[in-house]
Every structure is written in C-alpha cells, then in structure tokens.
C-alpha cells in the first residue's frame, strides 16, 4: 500500500516523479502535508517584470506606434498599372518586429520558461500542481491581444502568493488584476448612472447645440463578463443560486475596476485603479443581501460573501476533486471537503488536508487522465531535461499537442476529464513526441530503472517490463516509456 500510495502522491497528486523522489514520498500522506507547510519557492521568478511594469513598457511601446504612425508619409502612387494578367499578387514581405515589440515578447516567453523550469525542478510538486489547478480555474486567454502579457504574470502575483492562504484573498487578488479586468472587460464597465456617463451627456448635448461635428463620442455602459464569470465559474458554480439580477447588481457593484491609464503610470503603486467616476453609485441587493454605497468596497463585500457562500464551498471542492481523484469523484468526498472549506473560514490548506486525508483519494479506481502539459511536465521530470533551449520550442510543441499555454480560449479554462484528452489524433502525436523526448534524456539509466523511479515498480511488470527490456537501445525504451498506456495515466 505504501509504495502504491507513494507512487500516486508523485504522479496524481504532484506533477510525475522525478528521480528519487518515490522514496522521498514513502509516507505519501505526510510527504504531501509537508509541502503545505511551506511556501512556494518563488527565487525561479524574482528577475521577471511584474504587471506594473509590463503596463508601464506597453504604453511606452504603443506610444511609440502612434508616434511612427504619425511620422509616416502617405505611400506613393504607382508608377503604372498593375499587369492585370497576374494571376496572384504578391504577398507583402512580414514586417519584422522592432526591438520594443521583440523585448514584450522575450518577456513573455521568458516567463514561460520560468515557469516549466520551475516545475521540472521543484521540491514541492504538490503546491506546484495546485497553482496550475488554480490558474486554470481563473483561466485567462491570451488569444485577447490585451491580456496577452499578464496572463503568466498573474499567476505569479495573484495565485501563487495565495495558493496556501485564504481563498478569498486569492479571489480577490485575480479579479483586481489587470489580466482579468482586461480579459472579461471590466476595464469597459461603466455605470449608467455614474459621474463619467452624466459628464458624457453634457458633452453631447454642448456639442449638439454647436452644430454636431466631430466624432462621435464612445458609447458608456455596463459590461457584465467580470461578474457573470466570476459567480458562474470562479465562486458559486452555474447551480449556484444566483439569478440574471445578481450578475447585473454585482456588475454595478465593480464599476470603476480598472488599470491605470498611461497617463497614470509613472505615479500608479500598483496594476489595479478604482475609477470612482466610472463607478455605478447606490446600494446593491445580490443574493439577498443588501450591500451599502461604499465605492470600491462595495465589490469587496460582496466578493467575502461569494467566497464563503456553500455553493462556493460545494464547487471548489467538487473541481478539486475531479482533478485529484476521478473525473466523478465520489459525492461523500466532495462533501466532507466543502464542510472543510467551510469549518475553516475558507482556508485553502484545510480544504487541501481534508482531500488527501480521505481514504476515497486513495482508492485503487482513482486516477485520471495526463493532459498534454501534464504529460509533457512529468516526461521532463522523469527523464531529467527541460525544453527551454529555444524559447518558443516548449510552446510550439504544447500547440501541438492541443493545449497551448495560457489559451484555453475560454473562461472556464482547460477541460479535465478523459474524455478531452483521449482522441486518437492527440494519442497520435503523443507517440511522435515520445521519440523527442527520448533524445533529451539525461544520465544512463537503463529504460527499466527509469520507469520503475517514475512509475513505481508495481506499475512496471509483466509485458511491460519485458518490452523495456527488450529495447534495441536505451533511447528507444525511453520512447516505449513515454509512450506507454501507463505513462499517459495519473494513477
């Protein structure tokens, strides 16, 4: 039991065992409570610019732009006729990027690098699962070009400073950073009633009297995505109670959450602003109870309440569950963890012990599926090598793969379950990549010692023991490891 138990801490619970680490897990229970303990090592990050910054470096890059823009004559006409016999024009030559946009986008990559590296070597896989749980559960997608830079960022700010504190001090941490409010638009959000819309009409109507010319004037209204994802996906779950009037009052609750603008910068603490003339005045009844005017207060009472709501308890501990355990994990489980969460105050360590405490996560059924950064986190863990010698190598192949970093194209993040992951095109390119990996591999460790440092040696038997030992060389047993059905399970 303990060997078993010791092999499921470092491949379900942790991120795949690294060399000696089964044995270092041998009290698999203990081993896991040890590493909440202790906080996440953060020295893999500390040279990386923070949101602050990268706000300060993108205004400076896109002032830049309108400047150059400003700068540039209009093009010239042609000297003739284009040949209208051809049959496809040209394709413009790509623009190469300029050195500001370049250093944006080695920051970025630098960052992600940070963060694989950091998995591959740490101590305190446990922890490190759970901040990746977490920032899929506030999943932000930068495929929306104004939150590409802060995604991996907030991670680092917001979810793992809290990842073993208070959950509502990592709810509020995520939804006052910039990649969230840029993200689902509250940046956008403006009160109906608010100082900035009244200002805006008596704008309008001095312009009407004036003869109407000139541009017209941006719309101002309220944007609902913040709120809406935040009860729906990030707190009370989409069976949790709320009605369309709670999204629409919570909305007006958080107007004026924003970011500072450029001009605001040079002076700005922080990547978070209250626009105090954006925001919608007077009091909020949500989920029936009545919350005071209290400016950006506001929206913090009501985030408290959310984050020890029971519905909130039930959700967290049910996609926890899920991620740990089974993709159904059992409902007496997902019950004694919420009541945890719940008897705690809403620590994150006591809904975390009661999890690995319980028998049902233990259980021989228990196991799930790797995702694609699962099985490329554990291959490099197992075989002793990073992917990080070409800064865009680990992302193109994670593209690859069908789960490119930080873009789930969703609010709701990454699916978790088999059904997923599993297809037989993804199966496909598992295989082919189990042949690269194969290549990085560090040290000579026969392919049998190595499954048996990764798997555990119950897991490696039988024909599959054989197959490995079987191998032609070393680096084809390491692609058979990769590429085995058990390599591809968290069990």
Sequence with gaps: MSAREAASAANRFGLGAKPGELSAASDARGWLHAQLRKQPASTAFQDLPNSLELLRREAAYQQLRRMQKDDTDPAPAP?????????????????????????????????????????????????????????????????????????????????????????????????????????????????????????????????????????????????????REIMELHTLGVNGGYTQADVTEFARAITGWSVPAPRQLTDARSGFVFRANAHEPGARRIMGKQYAEDGEGQGRAVLRDLAMHPATARHLSLKLARHFVADAPPDALVRRMAKAYLDSGGQLVALYAALIDDDAAWAPTARKFKTPDDFVVSAMRAGGFTLDQRPGSLPNLLR????????????????????????????????????????????????????????????????????????????????????????QWRT
């Design 400 to 487: 690859e793969l069908g789960q490119p970093i930080f873009t789930p194209r969703s609010p709701a993040g990454f699916p978790d379950t088999t059904g997923d992951w599993a297809a037989g095109d993804a199966l496909r390119k598992r295989l082919q990549i189990a042949e690269t990996f194969a290549n990085r591999v560090t040290g000579d460790r026969t392919p049998l010692q190595m499954a048996n440092e990764a798997l555990g040696e119950a897991a490696v038997r039988g024909d599959f023991a054989s197959m490995l030992q079987r191998a032609g060389s070393p680096r084809e047993g390491y692609a058979l490891l990769f590429a085995s059905p058990a390599f």
């Design 79 to 227: 000297a003739q006729m284009p040949d209208m016999a051809a049959k496809t024009p040209a394709a413009p030559a790509k623009q190469p990027l300029s050195p500001e946009r370049r250093e944006l986008t080695q920051l970025g990559l630098a960052d992600i690098a940070a963060r694989y590296r950091h998995a591959v070597t740490t101590d305190q896989p446990f922890v490190e699962r759970l901040v990746r749980f977490w920032s899929n559960h506030f999943a932000v997608s930068i495929d929306k070009s104004t939150a590409r830079l802060y995604a991996a960022p907030m991670e680092r700010e917001a979810i793992r400073p809290h990842v073993l504190g208070h959950f509502g001090d990592m709810l509020l941490a995520v939804e006052t950073h910039p990649a969230m409010l840029r993200y689902l638009d509250n940046v956008a959000s403006v009160g109906g009633d608010s100082k900035l819309v009244h200002w805006q009409a008596v704008r309008a109507k001095r312009k009407s009297d004036n003869g109407g010319d000139g541009m017209p004037m941006r719309k101002l209204g309220l944007n609902e995505n913040l709120a």
